[in-house]
T-cell receptor
Framework: SAVISQKPSRDICQRGTSLTIQCQVD?????MFWYRQQPGQSLTLIAT?????????ESGFVIDKFPISRPNLTFSTLTVSNMSPEDSSIYLC????????????FGPGTRLTVT | DAKTTQPPSMDCAEGRAANLPCNHS???????VYWYRQIHSQGPQYIIH???NNETNEMASLIITEDRKSSTLILPHATLRDTAVYYC??????????FGAGTILRVKS
C-alpha cells in the first residue's frame, strides 16, 4: 500500500483567488490522479499526472483552470484557479501501485469552500 | 471502461454478512472488477479486486460469476464501522477509475 498526505486539509477561499493543493506519497509512484467530489456526489476524475509528461485532463476540465505539476515520483500539486463557489468540493489525489494489482490508494482529501 | 450498476442502498444487521451486488454486463476481457468504499468524510479505501476467479482477503470476499457479467462483494461479519458508500468499478490495469453512484450500506445494531 501507500501512505498519502494532502495539504491543506481544508480551506475557505474568496472567489477569484487560487489555491494550490499538495499531494505527497511515501513511495515512488508513476501514476497519480486528481479527483473532485462535489457535495453529495461521487468522485470525478480531473486529470492523470504522470511524472515526466504533461497531465492528461478529462472532458470538462482544462489546464488553465486546474494546472497540475508533477516534479518527481512522490509529489504533485493541483491548483484551482480563479475560484468560484461552484469549485467548492473535496479534492483528492490518488496513486496506483502496479506491482500490487493496479489498485489505487487515496489521500484524505482537501475540503475547499469558496465564498 | 465498462459501466457498472449497483443498488442505491442496502441495510445489514451488525454481525451478519453483507452481500453487495454489482452488474457489469459489458465488461471486457482485460477489465478487472475493483471494489472501493468511502466512509464519510474520508478518501476512498481499496477493498479487493479480481478478474475471473473468486478472491478473498482480510477485508472481504469477491465472487465473480462465470460469465463475468456480475459480481458480489461479501463482508462476512459486518460491523457499524462498515457503514459506507461502496463502489464497484470495472477497469483495466493502468486505466482510470470511473466512479458511479455506489451503494450506501447501512449497518444497524
Amino acid at each position: 500500500s501507500a501512505v498519502i498526505s494532502q495539504k491543506p486539509s481544508r480551506d475557505i477561499c474568496q472567489r477569484g483567488t487560487s489555491l494550490t493543493i499538495q499531494c505527497q506519497v511515501d513511495s515512488q509512484v508513476t501514476m497519480m490522479f486528481w479527483y473532485r467530489q462535489q457535495p453529495g456526489q461521487s468522485l470525478t476524475l480531473i486529470a492523470t499526472a504522470n511524472q515526466g509528461s504533461e497531465a492528461t485532463y478529462e472532458s470538462g476540465f482544462v489546464i488553465d483552470k486546474f494546472p497540475i505539476s508533477r516534479p518527481n515520483l512522490t509529489f504533485s500539486t493541483l491548483t484551482v484557479s480563479n475560484m468560484s463557489p461552484e469549485d467548492s468540493s473535496i479534492y483528492l489525489c490518488s496513486v496506483e501501485i502496479p506491482s500490487q494489482g493496479g489498485e489505487q490508494y487515496f489521500g484524505p482529501g482537501t475540503r475547499l469552500t469558496v465564498t | 471502461d465498462a459501466k457498472t450498476t449497483q443498488p442505491p442502498s442496502m441495510d445489514c444487521a451488525e454481525g451478519r454478512a453483507a452481500n453487495l451486488p454489482c452488474n457489469h454486463s459489458t465488461i471486457s476481457g482485460n477489465e478487472y472488477v475493483y471494489w472501493y468504499r468511502q466512509i464519510h468524510s474520508q478518501g476512498p479505501q481499496y477493498i479487493i479486486h479480481g478478474l475471473k476467479n473468486n478472491e478473498t482477503n482480510e477485508m472481504a470476499s469477491l465472487i465473480i460469476t462465470e460469465d463475468r457479467k456480475s459480481s458480489t462483494l461479501i463482508l462476512p461479519h459486518a460491523t457499524l464501522r462498515d457503514t459506507a458508500v461502496y463502489y464497484c468499478i470495472a477497469s483495466s490495469y493502468g486505466n482510470k477509475l470511473v466512479f458511479g453512484a455506489g451503494t450506501i450500506l447501512r449497518v444497524k445494531s
